[in-house]
């Protein structure tokens, strides 16, 4: 045992040395371990408040709270930063690269949307392993999206949508194969979709709406087979609609329109049984409406209008449950089918602009639920339905020659008691006599700017009218005799009569002695000798003779007299929305209703300018000045002398036109007029309505900072009217801030179409989540209430 012991003593002693000292060891490493996790703490803690966004909050709080606690953060059990999500009242304003994101290794989502970041997108980013959400959206992000973010492998949602980005889709953004959402849209980029993106097979949500992305749809994309959403929108993209795409049998949301896609519309579109949504408008498709589209028994919204499409209208249309249609702008042919009457649901139809014929049918009647239609520009016949006058308003016929009946601007129809053969004689008089006038309409206008042009003093007509007969007449007549009416109505165009001053000329009130009343816009003498004034009032001329809608300025006709030129108006009792708006009686008196009204409008009748005519009108100078009103309040769109078509075959490039602080900031460097600028124009004119004044400085305020975006709407209502209360009225405001605002995006194709806008006022139906005295300008701002 001696031995034995002897021996052990050591082992005993060294055993409990290499105990203690691994003990310490052990301890070392926690201690160094807990050191550095607090360093890194630190680390995050000293990132975020030298970002200067949380500046104020740790300063009003002495630096005693966590950094875990600050608004917008979350972090783990250990302290370490997994979120950042700044409250939208946030106010951050600022390059996100002030906030060194590579601080914070365990973020797992980040969203920055609506915070007024500028600057470009920081590379801090693409260090992120672990991050899972990134939402970079509604903010002023410049530059290009960097290269580095495709390496955010475990990244299931991306979000930069809203912004500025200036640059082509990365490469290999088919890394990112965990996404599962990606919203690009509302951005700058050009060149084409990545291949790589087929690889993104996770993918539910895909948009890249709103853009300059050229290029064709890959076969390819097939691959992304649990797509539901797809939205490709508004861009330059080429080619035809690939087969492959009627794949994607999840589909529930498919957008393609205003592009330059063209073929046919594919076979096999049935197989999209989960289909909601399809908008194919505004591209160069051309053959039949495909029968098959009947078997999308889901399908609600249909939108193939602005096609060249042909044929007739699928009688397998009635088996669906759709309650919106167009098919306008297209050649589709035949007869109204008798099976839209099945759509039990519809409640907008467009079928306009087309070749269809034979009657107005019955079953449209008894459609109670439709608020909506319109059956203009075609080849319909016969009288017109009594109910359907009762319930429609006229633009919702005009342009089928075929038609008569008790409805404005439509003929008579013939109830003669004649017998058959003497009824045939007497229509051919009847059409015989509506063309000759037409033909007498045009030739005088034109014949009559022939004559002014050529300074021909020496033609004078030789025909005597009554001194005192209708105005019309002025169309027939060179104006001499109409001309000497004028004078004696206005006594000389007297200051008296003067009732404002437009672009280019004077407006006064005439009453002539048969009681009629008139407005004349009459051009000032001095500017009738200049040839850019003079190109104005022919512009006007030729624009208005054209137009044929209700809430646009009736022009009776014009004088091409030696001594001065005018054109002849309607009169508007009330004046200019804006001098409504400046007088507080009259503001009071346009109540909620009213306004509402006025905005919808306008916008039908820039749907009209922009939509019905090939080329578009373009106004160009949408103000509250140039809004008129009757002694209803009904609204007039009026002033076309910068009014212009767009030549498609050129850059649209133009002098300065329209009134300062409603032009499109766009227009100030491009020079270039698109729908898009009378879009802004709308936008500016919209808050003017329901603000009460102008809303420049609020505009400046909004774009300045994101902390002016969480005033309540409530707030910014004509205080000189009591709050809406009326749940119509409120549905009705909160829209129309909505569609202003997005009106008044800085990117002009992220802007509303004025034919979309139109159409969102005749088929919402608003439902407000929360109360109004809840709404915020940063909600409305975010499109939360379309």
């Given at each position: ?723 809406p209360t009326d749940k119509r009225d409120v549905q009705d405001i909160a829209l129309v801030a909505t569609i202003a605002f997005a009106c008044l995006h800085s990117n002009p ?38």
């Amino acid at each position: 045992m001696a031995p034995f012991l002897l021996i052990s003593k050591p082992i005993v002693v060294c055993v409990i040395f290499v105990l203690s000292f691994s003990s310490t060891i052990d301890s070392a490493i926690l201690l160094v371990r807990a050191s550095d996790s607090s360093s890194s703490l630190e680390h995050e803690a000293k990132a975020l408040l030298e970002s200067g966004w949380w500046h104020w909050w740790s300063s009003n709080r002495n630096n005693t709270s966590s950094h875990c606690k600050w608004p917008g953060i979350a972090c783990n059990k250990a302290g370490s930063v997994t979120e950042i999500k700044p409250p939208r009242n946030f106010t951050v304003g600022d390059e996100s690269g002030k906030l060194n994101f590579s601080s914070f290794p365990n973020l797992v989502q980040v969203d920055l949307s609506g915070n007024g970041l500028q600057g470009s997108i920081t590379a801090h980013f693409g260090v992120l392993s672990k991050l899972m959400y990134f939402n970079l959206s509604s903010n002023n992000m410049t530059g290009p999206i960097p290269s580095s973010l495709v390496h955010l492998t475990n990244l299931t949602s991306l979000c930069l949508s809203l912004n500025q980005i200036n640059s082509s889709i990365p490469s290999d953004v088919g890394n990112l194969k965990k996404l599962v959402h990606l919203d690009l849209s509302s951005n700058y980029l050009n060149g084409s979709i990545p291949s790589s993106l087929n690889h993104l097979t996770r993918l539910n949500y895909l948009s890249f709406h709103s853009n300059f992305i050229e290029g064709f749809i890959d076969q390819e994309i097939r691959n992304v087979e649990h797509l539901s959403w797809l939205d490709l929108s508004n861009n330059e993209m080429s080619g035809v609609i690939p087969i492959e795409l009627t794949k994607l049998t999840q589909l529930e949301y498919l957008n393609l329109s205003s592009n330059q896609l063209s073929g046919r519309i594919p076979p096999g579109i049935d197989l999209l049984s989960n289909l909601l949504h399809l908008d194919l408008s505004h591209n160069r498709l051309v053959g039949n409406i495909p029968t098959h589209i009947g078997n999308c028994n889901n399908l609600k919204h249909l939108s193939l209008n602005n096609n060249s499409l042909n044929g007739s209208i699928p009688g397998q249309f009635g088996s669906l449950s759709l309650f919106y249609i167009d098919i306008s702008h297209n050649v589709i042919s035949g007869r109204i089918a008798h099976h839209l009457g099945e759509l039990t649901s519809l409640e907008f139809l467009n079928l306009s602009h087309n070749n269809l014929s034979g009657t107005i049918p019955d079953f449209l009647n008894s459609m109670t639920q439709i608020s909506s239609i319109d059956l203009s520009y075609n080849n319909l016949e016969g009288k017109i339905p009594r109910e359907f006058k009762d319930r429609y308003p006229p633009q919702a016929i005009i342009g089928n020659k075929g038609l008569c009946g008790e409805f404005k601007g439509m003929p008579s129809c013939l109830t003669s008691t004649t017998t058959d053969s003497e009824e045939e004689p007497e229509r051919d008089r009847f059409h015989f006599s509506t063309v000759s006038l037409y033909l007498l309409f045009y030739l005088s206008i034109f014949g009559y700017l022939y004559i002014f042009l050529s300074k021909n003093d020496d033609v004078e007509s030789e025909r005597t009218v009554n001194r005192n007969g209708d105005l019309l007449s002025i169309w027939n007549y060179d104006g001499r005799i109409a001309y000497e009416d004028i004078i004696k109505a206005t006594e000389d165009f007297n200051i008296k009569d003067c009732i404002g001053t437009g672009g280019y000329g004077s407006v006064y009130k005439a009453q002539l002695p048969n009681g009629y009343i008139f407005a004349l816009k009459k051009l000032h003498q001095l500017e009738a000798k200049e040839a850019a004034l003079i190109k104005s009032f022919e512009t006007e001329v030729k624009v208005l003779s054209e137009i044929r809608h209700r809430h646009i300025l009736k022009l009776h006709g014009f004088c091409l007299h030696k001594q001065c030129m005018f054109l002849v108006y309607e009169y508007m009792e009330r004046g200019s929305l804006y001098c409504v708006l400046c007088n507080d009686d009259e503001a009071v008196e346009l109540n909620w209703t009213k306004r509402v009204n006025i905005i919808k409008s306008v916008a039908h009748a820039l749907s009209y300018l922009h939509h019905n005519f090939n080329p578009p009108i373009v106004h160009r100078d949408i103000s509250s000045s140039n809004i008129l009103l009757n002694m209803e309040f009904e609204a007039f769109v009026s002033d076309f002398g910068t009014a212009r078509p767009l030549n498609p075959n050129s850059s649209h490039e133009t002098i300065l036109a329209g009134t300062y602080g409603y032009v499109a900031p766009e227009f100030a460097y491009t020079m270039v007029v698109t729908e898009k600028c009378d879009a802004y124009s709308f936008g500016v004119v919209a808050l003017e309505t329901i603000m009460g004044m102008h809303p420049g400085e609020f505009l400046s305020s909004l774009s300045l900072s994101s902390s002016n975006q969480d005033v309540m709407l409530k707030d910014v209502l004509d205080p000189r009217l009591s709050p809406p209360t009326d749940k119509r009225d409120v549905q009705d405001i909160a829209l129309v801030a909505t569609i202003a605002f997005a009106c008044l995006h800085s990117n002009p194709k992220s802007r509303p179409t004025m034919e979309s806008v139109s159409q969102k006022f005749l088929s919402h139906k608003a439902t407000l989540v929360k109360p109004f005295r809840e709404i915020s300008i940063s909600q409305l701002w975010q499109k939360e209430y379309i």
